[in-house]
């Protein structure tokens, strides 16, 4: 049960390998992968898990290996956190930044389809920022996938200066 059929460094190594060559992919796939799992999305990543579960134990099933490599990558996700936290361009890196995808009542088609937005997910972000399109001033997928909507102000509004 404790006996591992790998060296300690062996599992660390896999489990980083394995942690960094996940988080290159899931940035590259695009914000809206990350943003609210449809069913779907809920698949991909259990199936993700199961496809790279060899490839972090490498056959090992003991406990004391699979301790080690969820101490890898509690350790690496910790690490990666406070990098992210304590410079803006990893954050930026890591993160991404938001993006401008609609201003003044209009969406840019282009921008929604390269970053695979769909048209009911603009509508969602419309009715939950109680916001008519035409009374949008602006419109961000934010880094985490999700849409924030700017209401343009109203001209009773007083004038902020």
């Excluded at 460094?9 to 609210?36: K, P």
Aim: glycine fraction near 8%; include cysteine.
């Amino acid at each position: 049960m404790f006996d591992m059929d790998l060296p300690w460094w062996e599992f660390v190594a896999r489990g980083a390998l394995v942690y960094v060559a996940l988080l290159v992919m899931v940035r590259l796939s695009g914000r809206r992968t990350i943003s609210q799992l449809t069913p779907f999305d809920l698949l991909v990543v259990m199936l993700l898990s199961e496809a790279v579960s060899n490839g972090l134990s490498g056959g090992d099933d003991s406990v004391s290996g699979g301790l080690i490599i969820a101490a890898t990558l509690i350790v690496l996700n910790a690490g990666i956190g406070m990098l992210a936290a304590t410079s803006h361009r990893m954050e930026s890196l890591l993160d991404g930044d938001s993006l401008l995808i609609g201003r003044d009542g209009v969406f840019f088609d282009k921008v929604l389809r390269r970053n695979r937005v769909g048209e009911s997910d603009v509508r969602q972000a419309l009715r939950q920022a109680d916001c008519a399109q035409h009374e949008m001033q602006c419109a961000f997928l934010e880094a985490d996938g999700s849409i924030t909507i700017m209401k343009r102000p109203l001209a009773t509004d007083p004038v902020r200066t």
